[in-house]
């Protein structure tokens, strides 16, 4: 019989050799600027968590929460999940008082949501709610794709008075005189683009009209090979337009020239929205490894 009390709990400063070698053995993917811990049962690792902490805005992400099968139901998750929360709330300043905001995500290709759900319940989490979806993409097919296949008559035409500011050619003044006007546009699909030092400034950006901002995309790196386009938002009186289209072009374009590792990008959109999901599914035809739904509970932790 296993004595779970047993169970050790190691903080990781970085991504040792016995982590990195669980995570490859799990198909499991930890982020270097991520932080970690790890329950070792005599000696060898069987599960793992990491998160993400924003200390700009108060809110942690937990990127990755396991324990292998066979060792499931026996409190070891528990352990890992109060772990990590408690280095979350270490991790950001004592400004933000006595509460912080703590987001669980998993993905259906790769957990029972149903059992997942009532693991987080029975840890006085709220229940997993539908969130989004993601297209996992091919980079080396989407040349060929219907994507690219497609073409534009003249983009520069289309754009008409739209421009182009991708963050890494913004000063901090312009860039946060953006972020403003994207805030008041729709504070919702902004969370992504707040804290500069999480997404790729290079292909990461903001559309103009004039002066004015309708448009900005977040491009997120999970690792050497994969980024993930977390936020494309248009202005909702600009989408008649191809905005949507153009600006996945020129992150394409730019991750092809930036980017030349990355392998594979994860594109996040809104399935209830069923005609942008539609419009997803059709341009990336040819080119999509994976459909997968992402699931989310969000704690307020005091």
């Not at 403003?180 to 400034?201: D, E, G, H, M």
């Not at 292909?203 to 004015?212: M, N, T, W």
């Amino acid at each position: 019989m296993i004595d779970i009390d047993k169970t050790m709990l190691c903080v990781e400063t970085d991504i040792g050799d016995a982590l990195a070698k669980f995570v490859g053995d799990h198909s499991l993917r930890l982020c270097k600027t991520a932080i970690h811990c790890s329950a070792q049962l005599q000696g060898e690792i069987v599960g793992v968590a990491s998160a993400m902490v924003d200390e700009q805005t108060g809110f942690a992400k937990i990127l990755v929460l396991y324990v292998m099968p066979m060792l499931r139901g026996l409190g070891i998750g528990t352990k890992l999940l109060d772990a990590i929360v408690r280095m979350c709330q270490e991790k950001l300043p004592s400004s933000y008082g006595d509460k912080v905001w703590i987001m669980q995500k998993c993905d259906s290709s790769d957990v029972d949501i149903d059992r997942f759900s009532r693991f987080l319940v029975n840890n006085s989490w709220p229940a997993l709610a539908y969130d989004s979806s993601t297209l996992v993409l091919d980079m080396n097919k989407i040349p060929d794709c219907r994507f690219c296949k497609m073409g534009l008559v003249d983009e520069v035409f289309q754009l008409g008075n739209f421009s182009f500011r991708f963050m890494s050619d913004m000063s901090d003044e312009e860039f946060d005189d953006a972020l403003q006007q994207a805030c008041s546009i729709a504070p919702r699909f902004l969370q992504p683009a707040k804290n500069r030092r999480t997404v790729i400034p290079q292909l990461s950006c903001f559309v103009f009209d004039g002066d004015a901002v309708v448009a900005w995309a977040s491009m997120l790196r999970l690792s050497e090979t994969e980024i993930y386009a977390e936020c494309i938002y248009v202005k909702e009186e600009c989408r008649e337009n191809n905005l949507a289209y153009l600006i996945l072009h020129r992150m394409m374009k730019y991750t092809a020239i930036e980017c030349p590792d990355v392998k594979r990008v994860h594109v996040g959109f809104d399935e209830t929205d069923a005609r942008l999901a539609r419009f997803y599914r059709r341009i990336f035809e040819g080119c999509i490894l994976s459909d997968y739904k992402t699931f989310v509970s969000i704690k307020t932790i005091k």
